[in-house]
T-cell receptor, first 113, second 113 residues
Framework: NAGVTQTPKFQVLKTGQSMTLQCAQD?????MSWYRQDPGMGLRLIHY???????DQGEVPNGYNVSRSTTEDFPLRLLSAAPSQTSVYFC????????????FGPGTRLTVL | KNQVEQSPQSLIILEGKNCTLQ??????????LRWYKQDTGRGPVSLTI?????NTKSNGRYTATLDADTKQSSLHITASQLSDSASYIC????????????FGKGTSLLVTP
């Protein structure tokens, strides 16, 4: 199993550009989520999905969109990038409720100029 | 509001020494607590999980303790190695939230030769 994979590993955008961060998992997990990690802030939940076709907002959803058309994939879209979105983004998946172990991807380091 | 506080924020120790990291939480009703290790440039990886009835859980040189009465957990690292240099994140889930997790901001540990 590849686990949770993310692409790209690094990305530089200009303010106003849009892009999609890809996330895929091969463990047939129902629950997938996106976090951003900033220095001194810890991991903050952006959006999550409890299954194909179902998504919901987390703590910091503004400026981001998600969709879940398949169990495996959970892309994160930046509609119009802003310097405040410079961060490291982690995708995670787990099988079920909060008690289950969460598997994180390797992260995408995004810089918005 | 559910909160998870970790201390110290950062720690430097000599190789071979022991250390203890602390996690205090206000999450209620408590479901479980996990410690994650995050190496630089990588996603977090689960070290231990503890439920309400467990006081101690070990994973090699890592030993986690839980005092559900005082809502405190500690992660003890024995005979530290250079590879222990990482950020250690405490994550607590509650019985009512279903999918939500409460993250601490992490303790950054540096083990020096």
């Amino acid at each position: 199993n590849a686990g949770v994979t993310q692409t790209p590993k690094f990305q530089v955008l200009k303010t106003g550009q849009s892009m999609t961060l890809q996330c895929a998992q091969d463990m047939n997990h129902e629950y997938m989520s996106w976090y951003r990690q900033d220095p001194g802030m810890g991991l903050r939940l952006i959006h999550y999905s409890v299954g194909a076709g179902i998504t919901d907002q987390g703590e910091v959803p503004n400026g981001y969109n998600v969709s879940r058309s398949t169990t495996e994939d959970f892309p994160l879209r930046l509609l119009s990038a802003a310097p405040s979105q410079t961060s490291v983004y982690f995708c995670a998946s787990r099988n079920g409720l909060a008690g289950a172990g969460q598997f994180f991807g390797p992260g995408t380091r995004l810089t918005v100029l | 509001k559910n909160q998870v506080e970790q201390s110290p924020q950062s720690l430097i120790i000599l190789e071979g020494k022991n250390c203890t990291l602390q996690c205090n939480y206000t999450v209620s009703p408590f479901s479980n607590l996990r410690w994650y290790k995050q190496d630089t440039g990588r996603g977090p990886v689960s070290l231990t999980i503890m439920t309400f009835s467990e006081n101690t859980k070990s994973n090699g040189r890592y030993t986690a303790t839980l005092d559900a009465d005082t809502k405190q957990s500690s992660l003890h690292i024995t005979a530290s190695q250079l590879s222990d240099s990482a950020s250690y994140i405490c994550v607590v889930s509650d019985q009512n939230s279903g999918y939500a997790l409460n993250f601490g901001k992490g303790t950054s540990l540096l083990v020096t030769p």
